[in-house]
């Protein structure tokens, strides 16, 4: 009976689904690792310009690979920027586009790092939205997200296993078990089950979260080292609290205080563990069949050492403003002998990888109509493509917005205060309000802007 059934509904699977599904990874359809670092600064990779935080793997990555110099994540934080890169929108159109909504959605506690809880509202993904990982599975990739979600809002029904994902490790809002203590958990969901991880019961910080998040990831790769996968490994570091006890490689940093100390740490520690998981990419040889792609989802926080360590490299802002510090992220992509070592400066932004990685997988059908990224594989493999003359959106609603179009930049990041205007070309800064001058640029792009901007029932603005 039972084979007879799974005959039945093999029967009815397309047969390119069924072809794909049997094929292995190879270098033209590769397995996708995407790394996701946490509130990390444009400026904190040494292959980004950083002289003091050591980052040798990644380097390496950066060194024989291509890296983008102007790459924007989704959002100045995380819930909109995660929604971003998972769904193919700008945050004038996703889901989430903030962490906590206004309207609808479910409450729940907040608990800040000092214990402090308030009330809050928070907005999930919802099963009609269609994620990266839906898109990727159609194309027979095994898909697993390992550790920071950050879209399921308080319901437990919005994990990643629940929005298109084969297989989650990590931890989520809905729940007191999320991620605590922050960096040395004692619980951790196995898709819907919570695991204890007694060996951190009592404070004991045995298992730090950046080395389980790539023992997972190192154990899915096995699993999958002869079938095509996409792993989405979204590490915590180096997210505040700045927990961390190993600091060994700054312990020589006499005049640094220990917070400058340990967030240099959780850096280097996520590049070791990246190492490690490259280290075992090669040990399989599945190393020129695995594009890897490195990325940070906002810019470094105001808790960060910003000036010890120019985290933002200058730029101006920081994480939850849409300044170029709070947007401006690295992205590193890599492939040995398909993604040529070049420095691209072309305007990329989050909402490109969903429509990039179904260009690369083949399931381009998959894709829903209402997406704001481009391809922009073209850039990955050494071709051009072009990549600025559109508009980049960013919003908080109704708190702020930015677009940029070319070397402009319009951006606001007060309710109620009127767009500055920068040229970033010749002010990466952003210390040089334009808006005076140029009214018709300011007009045009404002107009743009507007039109980006789609009411969404979990942020409704007045007259909507
Ligand atoms: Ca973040």
């Known amino acids: 009976m039972l084979t007879k059934m799974i005959a039945a509904a093999l029967a009815m699977m397309p047969q390119w689904v069924m072809a794909k599904k049997m094929q292995r990874a190879t270098p033209e359809r590769p397995n996708i690792i995407f790394i996701l670092a946490d509130d990390m600064g444009y400026g904190d990779l040494h292959c980004y310009g950083n002289d003091q ?14 890296r983008f110099t102007q790459c924007y994540a989704g959002s100045g934080i995380s819930s909109p920027s995660r929604c971003s890169l998972m769904t193919g929108k700008n945050t004038g159109n996703t889901r989430i586009r903030d962490n906590m909504c206004t309207a609808k959605g479910i409450t729940g506690l907040k608990i800040s790092p000092k214990g402090d809880t308030t009330i809050v509202r928070r907005a999930n993904l919802l099963p009609q939205d269609t994620t990266i990982a839906t898109v990727l599975g159609t194309a027979g990739y095994r898909t697993c997200l390992v550790n920071k979600w950050h879209l399921d809002g308080y319901d437990p029904q919005a994990a990643p296993n629940h929005r298109g994902f084969d297989e989650f490790y990590g931890w989520l809002i809905s729940t007191v078990y999320s991620n605590d203590p922050y960096y040395y958990p004692y619980w951790r969901f196995h898709g819907d089950s919570l695991i204890n991880i007694r060996e951190n019961e009592h404070d004991a910080h045995v298992r730090h979260n950046t080395e389980i998040s790539t023992d997972d990831a190192i154990a899915f790769i096995n699993r999958n080292r002869k079938n095509p996968f996409f792993l989405y490994l979204a590490y915590d570091a180096p997210h505040e609290p700045y927990n961390i006890d190993d600091t060994s490689w700054y312990d020589d940093n006499g005049d640094w205080n220990m917070t400058t100390r340990r967030y ?22 599945l190393r020129d069949n695995t594009l890897i792609i490195f990325a940070s989802d906002n810019g470094a926080a105001v808790m960060a050492p910003l000036k010890e360590l120019n985290c933002n490299a200058g730029f101006k802002g920081r994480k939850g403003q849409l300044y170029e510090g709070g947007i401006r992220v690295p992205l590193i992509v890599n492939q040995p002998k398909k993604v040529p070592v070049q420095t691209l400066s072309n305007l990329v932004y ?16 998959s894709l829903p109509q209402n997406i704001n990224g481009m391809n922009i594989l073209p850039l990955f493999y050494g071709d051009k493509v072009d990549t600025d003359n559109r508009l980049l959106y960013w919003e908080f609603p109704g708190k702020q917005r930015a677009g940029r179009r070319g070397d402009w930049k319009a951006v606001s990041v007060k309710a109620g205060q009127p767009l500055e205007l920068y040229n970033i070309r010749e002010d990466m800064t952003e210390s040089n309000n334009l808006a005076g001058k140029n009214p018709e640029i300011l007009r045009a792009l404002d107009e743009e802007m507007r039109q980006q901007h789609h009411p969404s029932e979990n942020w409704p603005l007045p007259g909507e």
Do not use: C, W, Y
């Not at 793997?57 to 291509?66: K, S, V």
């Not at 240099?264 to 040889?285: F, P, W, Y």
């Open 53 to 66: 935080v050591k980052t040798p793997n990644i380097d390496r990555l950066a060194e024989t690979g291509t």
């Open 264 to 285: 240099a740490s959780l850096i280097t520690h996520m590049d070791a563990q990246i190492g490690r998981l490259l280290d075992e990419i090669d040990r399989l040889k």
């Open 350 to 365: 989050f909402p490109d990888i969903m429509p990039t990685l179904a260009a690369l997988t083949g399931s381009e059908q």
